[in-house]
C-alpha cells in the first residue's frame, strides 16, 4: 500500500534520480544486542556497535563491529549465570548456527571469522517455558539491561506449500501456507523463519540459515481466538547474491523445496521490535513512511533480548 | 444586555430615545431578536442629522456577474465604501449631492451624480477596459488600496491573469498560483497544499462559496481541485484574520464561484495535455436568473492504456480525475436573491493486476459540496445571508490478492448553517455580525480485513459526530481620517458527541474495556473567545502602518502518518484526548505606494505561538488504528513561528507583476518527540523568493514567467545504522534535522489570441467598420522548469551489494519529479 503513490509515479512521471552526498552528523556509538532464549536451550547474546551510515561495509568491517569482552549475566529464579564468550571455531554447530540466523552470514563462514558470542556453558542453565530472564550487560564502558519471559510455544496446526500462479504457465512457484489457532487470551505475539534445507547443485544447503521475511511478525490485536490460515514468501539472503533472489523466482519457494519451519512464540515487547525492524528495514528509502526507530526492549543500548517459545515443523514442496 | 445597560446607554448617546421610555419596547424587541443587539448602539450613532442611504449592487454590465471588492468613491467627501461579496454596497450620508466613482480592476471608472434626499438605490453597471478600450482612457486597475484598509496579510488574486502564467502541463492552477505570494509556502512538486506563515496545510480553511473542502487536491496532490474556468474571486487571509473566519489557526482561502452570465448564452473550454474542461453560461430568466456549469476531466488513462502493454502486471490499471461545478441563482426582486451552487470531483485509481494471484486495488476519493444562499436586503443599511451547506469528503480504498481482501475508507460529512448581517449604520461603520453552526460526522479509517470466509475481528470504529458553533461580530471603524479601526470578537463552541464506542486502555496502552456514550451525549466540549484586532495608520497619502493580533481556535485537525499530504490523510475532531489548537499572531506592517501608485510595496513581520499541534507517535502506523479510539497514536506541543515578508508589486504598464521575498522560522517542541528539544517543523522554510511577471507585448501576445526559490525542506535522515539478522536497521535521530537542496525553478509561457476585433463591410453602405469576435481562441505555450533544475522530491538511501565479496555500498540518492516539461493548451470561448 506504501508503494502505491511510487506506481502512480512511475506510470505518469518521467520521474528521475541521481546520486548525491549527505553529511550526516556524528552521533556517539551505541550498543546493539541481539540475544534470545529458548525452552532447553542455552541463552545467545550477540553485541554489535553502531556505524556511521556511510561507512564501509565488508564482512571485516562487520565482524569488526562486534563487542568482545563484555560482561554479560542472566538473572533468573533467584540466579545469576555469567555467560562466557564464545569466538570462531570453538563455537558448537547448534550456537554457530543461531549465529547464521543472527547475522545473515554463512556460519561456514562465521568459524573462521573474528566473531564472538555470549551463552553458558553449565548443563543447567537452558531456557524453562514461562521463566523471566533479566539479561544484564556491561561493556566499553555501557551498562545496559532487559527482562524477557519465553510463553509458552503455539503450535501450527498444519504447513503445506501451493502454488501461486502468478506468472503464466508457472507450475513450480508458489508460498508456505500454514493454518494457526491462537489462543484466546491477549498478547500473543508470533514470528515465522524459514530455512530450505535441500541442497544446490554445488552441495551447498540452498539457505544457510533460518529467514524470517519482512512483514512475518504477528500480534493477535485482530485475530484472537480465531483459527485462520496465511501463507509466508520466501525471505532473502539480504547481502546473499542468489540467481533465484533476482528474477522470477524471488520471493517464492519452488516445487523440490524442503523448507524447515520455526514458528516463534514472542511476547508483546519482542513482537513491537519485530514488526518496527520489518518497517524500519522495509522503509530504507520510502518517502512515504515516517522515519521511525526501532523499538528496543534494551535500557541503554538498541536491539532485542527475546524469550522465545518455538514450534518446529518441515514442508516438502509438490505440486 | 441588562436593563439598565441598555436605558443608560440609550439616553447618553441617543436623542431620539431621550426619554428612555422607549427602552421597555425596544428591549423586547432585542429579546426577540436578540441578533441585533450589538448594533443598536450603533444604529443609535447615525441618527444625529437628516441622513439618507445609497445602496445597491456593482455588476459587470455584459455579464451580470456581481463584481466583489469593488471601490465605491464618494468625491465630496473623500471617502469610499466597498462592496461585500455579492457586490452589494451601501454608504449613509447628511442630506446633499454627491459624486459616486466606481472603480474595479480590469474595468473602465464610472461616475454617477446622486441626488440624496431620500434613500437612493443605485445599481452600477461597469464596463471591462476591453469593451470600452477606444472610448475611454482606463484610470485605475484597483479595487480597494492596501494603503486604506486595515488587512494585513490579505491578497486578492486576478483570476483572468492566471491563464497567462505558465502552469505544470498547462493545467491553471489556483492553489499552485498563491503559493507565489511571500508568507505561502509550498512543499515543491506533487503538492497542493500550502503552508501560510509556518502552519501545515490543515490549518487553511478554504472555502468554496461558504463549503468547507477538505481535501483540495486532486492526483496525490499533483493539481487542485479548483476549475479556473468557473472561478470569479480568490480571497487569500493570511493574517488578521475577521472575526467572520474561523475554524482554522493559519489562514483563509476564499473561493467565490462565477455567478453566470445573465445577459446572453456564453461558453468557454480549452484542450490541453492531460485534460479538458468545458464551461457554460447563460441567462435562464435575462437579468433573473443564471446558471453556469463547468466540467473537466483528464484523459491520461485513455492516453496511457495503449503503451500498458497488456501482459504486464498493471495492464488494465487506470487513473483519472474529473470535476464539475455547478451554479444557479435567482433574483426575486431587488431585496431577495438565491444562489445554489456545488462542486464534485472524483480522483479514480484502479490497479487491476490481469494475472491471477496479483494485487488488484481501487482507490476512489473526493469532495462535494452544495452551498444553497439567500441574500436579503432588510432596508439600505442592512444585508443578511444565510447559507446552508453540506460538505463531503471520502476516501476508500478496497485490495485484495489471493484470498485475502481489505477494505480502508475514511471521509468526514459537514451539514452547516451560515447567518450573517452586513451592516452599514454609517459611512464610518462597516459592522458584520451572525452565527456559524456546523454538525461534523467524522469516518476515521475504518479497516475490514478477511482471509477466504475468515473475517478477522477488527471492530468497526465508530462514526465520531461533532457541534461546531460560533458568533461574532466586528467593525471596521474610521476612528478619524487617519486612524481606521477592524474590531472583531468570535465565541466557538465544539463538542464531540454521541453514539461513541470508546475504548479504555491502561498506561502500557492495552485495551482494558469499552464504554459507550448514547446518541447526542457529550464526551468533549471545548470553547474559545478569539479576538481579533487590526488597526491602520496613515502617515500621508502614500504611506500607511498597520498591526494587527489575532486568536483563533481549531478544532478540527488532520493527522498524517506520511510526509508529504496523501489522500489517506484522516480529518478528526477535538475529544477526549486531543484539545482544539490555538494560535495567536501578532502582526506589524509598513504599506507604501511609489511613482504615483505604479508600484505598491509593503513589508510585514509576524510573530505567531502556537498551543496543541499534534502529530503522530514515532513509528506510528495506520495498522495500529484498528480496536482502538481515532486518537490512538498522537502526541501534543507546541509551535511557534516568526517572519518577514517584503512585497513589491508593479501595477501598471505593459510589465506587470511581483517579487516576494520571506524570511522565517518555525519550531515546534513536544514532549515525546527528541526528549522534548524544540526540532524544525516540516513547513520551516529559512528563504523564501518569488517572482511573477506578465508582459503585454500587443493585443495578440502576452508572456507570463515565474521564478521560485526555497529553502531545503527540513527532513529526517538516519545517523547510524546497524545489522540484525543481515539486514541494515537504520537509526534516526533529530527530526527534521536536516535539510535537502534547496528548490528553484523559472517557469515561462507565451499566450497567442486571435484578434479581439474583426473588419466587418456593411453590404449596403460598403462602410467597413470594426466588431468584436463573437469567437475568440488562444494558444498557450508554456515550459516548466526551463532550466531543468533537478529539484529534490525525497532522499533516500540504497543498499547495494553483499557483504559477502564485495562489499555493501549505501549511496545516498536524490528523487526529482519532473524535467523540463513543455506543455500547449488551446482555449476558446465565445
Known amino acids: ?319 | 444586555m441588562a436593563t439598565t445597560r441598555c436605558a443608560s446607554s440609550l439616553r447618553r448617546n441617543s436623542p431620539t430615545f431621550r426619554d428612555g421610555y422607549f427602552c421597555a419596547p425596544l428591549f423586547a424587541l432585542m429579546r426577540l431578536r436578540h441578533l441585533f443587539a450589538p448594533l443598536l448602539f450603533l444604529l443609535s450613532l447615525s441618527v444625529l442629522a437628516q441622513r439618507y442611504s445609497v445602496s445597491g449592487y456593482v455588476t459587470d454590465s455584459a455579464t451580470g456577474e456581481a463584481l466583489i471588492g469593488a471601490s465605491v468613491f464618494i468625491e465630496e467627501i473623500g471617502k469610499g465604501v466597498g462592496t461585500n461579496n455579492y457586490g452589494y454596497y451601501s454608504a449613509t450620508l447628511p442630506q446633499g449631492e454627491y459624486t459616486l466613482v466606481v472603480k474595479y480592476i480590469g474595468y473602465a471608472d464610472l461616475r454617477r451624480k446622486v441626488d440624496l434626499t431620500a434613500d437612493r438605490k443605485v445599481n452600477l453597471k461597469l464596463r471591462t477596459t476591453v469593451q470600452v478600450m477606444q472610448a475611454v482612457e482606463v484610470k485605475s486597475d484597483r479595487t480597494k488600496s492596501d494603503l486604506e484598509s486595515t488587512d494585513m496579510g490579505r491578497m486578492d488574486v486576478d483570476v483572468t491573469k492566471l491563464q497567462t502564467l505558465p502552469a505544470l502541463l498547462g493545467e491553471v492552477d489556483i492553489l499552485k498560483t498563491i503559493q507565489y505570494l511571500p508568507g505561502v509556502q509550498s512543499n515543491g512538486e506533487g503538492n497542493s497544499g500550502f503552508y501560510v506563515r509556518g502552519g501545515g496545510p490543515d490549518q487553511n480553511l478554504i472555502l468554496l462559496d461558504e463549503a468547507t473542502v477538505y481535501n483540495a487536491s486532486h492526483l496525490f496532490g499533483f493539481f487542485s481541485v479548483f476549475n479556473a474556468d468557473a472561478v470569479k474571486d480568490i480571497e487569500l487571509i493570511k493574517g488578521g484574520m475577521p472575526a467572520y473566519y474561523g475554524g482554522r489557526t493559519s489562514s483563509v482561502l476564499a473561493i467565490t464561484m462565477k455567478d453566470g452570465n445573465d445577459q446572453e448564452f456564453h461558453g468557454e473550454g480549452g484542450i490541453g495535455l492531460i485534460s479538458s474542461r468545458l464551461t457554460l453560461e447563460g441567462p435562464i430568466v435575462k437579468e433573473r436568473s443564471s446558471f453556469i456549469v463547468s466540467a473537466r476531466r483528464t484523459y491520461v488513462d485513455v492516453l496511457a492504456k495503449p503503451f500498458i502493454n497488456p501482459e504486464s502486471t498493471f495492464a488494465g490499471s487506470g487513473y483519472y480525475f474529473y470535476d464539475i461545478n455547478a451554479k444557479a441563482n435567482y433574483r426575486l426582486s431587488d431585496k431577495d436573491r438565491f444562489f445554489l451552487s456545488g462542486y464534485f470531483g472524483r480522483d479514480v485509481f484502479d490497479l487491476n493486476g490481469n494475472q491471477p494471484g496479483s494485487p488488484k486495488f481501487k482507490i476512489p476519493w473526493g469532495n462535494a459540496t452544495v452551498s444553497g444562499r439567500w441574500n436579503h436586503v432588510f432596508g439600505p443599511k442592512l444585508f443578511l445571508n444565510t447559507t446552508a451547506i453540506i460538505s463531503d469528503y471520502k476516501f476508500s480504498f478496497a485490495g485484495g490478492q489471493d484470498q485475502f481482501g481489505f477494505k480502508l475508507s475514511s471521509g468526514i460529512r459537514d451539514y452547516g448553517l451560515k447567518v450573517d448581517f452586513n451592516l452599514y449604520p454609517n459611512i464610518r461603520h462597516n459592522v458584520r455580525y451572525g452565527f456559524q453552526y456546523t454538525y461534523h460526522i467524522y469516518t476515521p479509517s475504518t479497516v475490514a480485513v478477511n482471509s477466504g470466509d475468515v473475517p478477522f475481528n477488527i471492530d468497526t470504529p465508530s462514526k465520531l459526530n461533532a457541534h461546531e458553533a460560533a458568533v461574532y461580530v466586528q467593525d471596521d471603524f474610521d476612528i478619524t481620517d487617519r486612524l481606521r479601526l477592524n474590531a472583531g470578537l468570535r465565541f466557538s463552541w465544539f463538542a464531540h458527541v454521541g453514539p461513541f464506542h470508546e475504548y479504555i486502555t491502561d498506561a502500557a496502552g492495552n485495551t482494558t474495556g469499552t464504554r459507550d456514550y448514547g446518541s447526542g451525549d457529550i464526551i468533549a466540549q471545548y470553547s474559545g473567545i478569539e479576538p481579533r484586532v487590526a488597526l491602520r495608520y496613515s502617515l500621508d497619502k502614500k504611506n500607511s502602518l498597520k498591526a494587527s493580533v489575532n486568536r483563533n481556535m481549531q478544532y478540527v485537525h488532520l493527522a498524517s502518518f506520511s510526509s508529504i499530504g496523501l489522500p489517506t490523510d484522516t480529518w478528526i475532531p477535538s475529544g477526549k484526548n486531543v484539545k482544539p489548537q490555538e494560535a495567536v499572531q501578532y502582526a506589524l506592517g509598513w504599506f507604501r505606494d511609489l511613482k504615483e501608485r505604479k508600484y505598491e510595496g509593503s513589508i510585514e513581520v509576524y510573530y505567531k505561538d502556537m498551543a496543541n499541534q499534534i502529530e503522530y507517535a514515532e513509528g506510528a502506523s495506520p495498522q495500529d488504528g484498528g480496536n482502538a479510539n481515532y486518537d490512538f497514536a498522537l502526541v501534543f506541543g507546541k509551535g511557534w513561528s516568526y517572519g518577514a515578508e517584503l512585497f513589491l508589486k508593479r501595477r501598471l504598464g505593459k510589465l506587470t507583476g511581483w517579487v516576494g521575498y520571506t524570511w522565517s522560522k518555525t519550531e515546534r517542541k513536544f514532549p515525546d518527540v527528541d526528549n522534548g528539544e524544540p526540532f524544525p517543523s516540516r513547513w520551516d522554510r529559512r528563504n523564501d523568493i518569488s517572482v511573477v511577471a506578465g508582459y503585454e507585448l500587443n493585443d495578440r501576445w502576452t508572456f507570463g514567467g515565474t521564478f521560485v526559490y526555497s529553502t531545503g525542506q527540513a527532513a529526517t535522515l538516519p545517523v547510524q545504522r546497524y545489522f540484525i539478522e543481515g539486514r541494515l536497521v537504520s537509526r534516526f535521530t533529530q527530526r527534521n534535522g536536516f535539510r535537502m537542496a534547496a528548490y528553484h525553478r523559472m517557469d515561462l509561457a507565451a499566450t497567442l489570441k486571435n484578434k479581439p476585433t474583426k473588419q466587418v463591410t456593411d453590404p449596403t453602405t460598403g462602410e467597413v467598420s470594426t466588431v468584436q469576435r463573437k469567437y475568440r481562441s488562444s494558444w498557450t505555450f508554456s515550459i516548466y522548469n526551463i532550466y531543468n533544475r533537478k529539484n529534490p522530491y525525497f532522499y533516500y538511501f540504497d543498499a547495494s551489494g553483499n557483504t559477502g565479496t564485495v562489499g555493501l555500498t549505501i549511496q545516498a540518492k536524490q528523487v526529482s519529479l519532473f524535467s523540463i516539461l513543455p506543455s500547449v493548451t488551446w482555449n476558446f470561448e465565445f
Open chain 1, 1 to 319: 500500500m506504501k508503494l502505491l503513490p511510487f506506481i502512480l509515479l512511475l506510470l505518469l512521471l518521467s520521474s528521475c534520480e541521481k546520486d548525491i552526498t549527505v553529511d550526516l552528523p556524528v552521533y556517539p556509538v551505541e550498543l546493539v544486542v541481539d540475544g534470545h532464549i529458548q525452552p532447553g536451550e542455552r541463552p545467545f547474546v550477540l553485541i554489535t556497535r553502531t556505524q556511521g551510515y556511510f561507512d564501509p561495509t565488508d564482512l571485516n568491517s562487520i565482524a569488526n563491529s562486534f563487542v568482545n569482552d563484555a560482561t554479560v549475566t542472566i538473572s533468573t529464579n533467584g540466579e545469576v549465570w555469567t555467560l562466557q564468550q564464545v569466538c570462531g571455531s570453538a563455537l558448537d554447530p547448534a550456537t554457530l548456527q543461531d549465529a547464521g540466523d543472527a547475522t545473515g552470514i554463512d556460519p561456514a563462514l562465521l568459524a573462521f571469522a573474528n566473531f564472538c558470542v555470549y551463552t553458558t556453558t553449565g548443563a543447567q542453565q537452558l531456557g524453562v517455558i514461562g521463566q523471566t530472564y533479566r539479561l544484564d550487560i556491561s561493556a566499553e564502558g555501557k551498562t545496559l539491561s532487559a527482562v524477557s519471559t519465553i510463553p509458552n510455544p503455539v503450535p501450527l496446526d498444519s504447513v503445506w506449500f501451493q502454488l501461486a500462479l502468478q506468472v503464466p504457465g508457472d507450475d513450480s512457484l508458489g508460498f508456505a501456507w500454514a493454518r494457526i489457532s491462537d489462543p484466546d487470551t491477549m498478547g500473543n505475539g508470533y514470528r515465522w523463519a524459514a530455512q530450505r534445507i535441500n541442497h544446490r547443485a554445488t552441495g551447498q544447503m540452498k539457505d544457510p540459515f533460518y529467514i524470517s521475511p519482512l512483514g512475518s511478525a504477528y500480534n493477535d490485536k485482530y485475530i484472537n481466538g480465531l483459527t485462520f490460515e496465511f501463507n509466508e514468501a520466501r525471505g532473502r539472503q539480504f547481502f546473499g547474491n542468489n540467481p533465484e533472489d533476482e528474477n522470477e523466482e524471488q520471493g517464492y519457494f519452488k516445487v523440490g523445496d524442503t523448507i524447515a519451519v520455526k514458528a516463534y512464540s514472542i511476547g508483546t515487547k519482542e513482537y513491537d521490535f519485530y514488526s518496527s525492524y520489518d518497517t524500519n528495514v522495509g522503509s530504507l528509502g520510502d518517502l512515504f513512511s515516517t522515519p521511525a526507530n526501532v523499538k528496543s526492549n534494551i535500557t541503554g543500548g538498541l536491539g532485542i533480548w527475546a524469550g522465545r517459545g518455538v514450534y518446529l515443523d518441515t514442508i516438502i514442496c509438490l505440486p
